[in-house]
């Protein structure tokens, strides 16, 4: 089971992703919302394009689709840097944005 902790330092707001064997549960707070794998990875796409808009003004270009050898790549490098950050006690704000760099670079 995998777990990332995290806060938004605008608001203090804490959040926990955890995997589970059914599904995908993310916490903020006394909420807990659970989602089967094909949405988790619904609500993980829409997350993708918001962040792309933000970073950079404009939408992302036409729907990514990775082949599951592409997506077990981010996975095994995002566990890994996660695990690395987390050795060096790194704030959750900037494993956030390391893994939201790795995610970036991928799809763009």
Known sequence: M???NGSDPTSLTEFSIEEEKDGV???IGDTHVKFDPESAE????IMLRYAYHIQHGVDMPGKQVLSKEIQRKIENRIMLVIANLQERKAKPINIAREVMGIVMREVT
């Open 2 to 4: 995998s777990k990332l």
């Open 25 to 27: 549960v993310i916490s």
């Open 42 to 45: 619904h609500v993980a796409e």
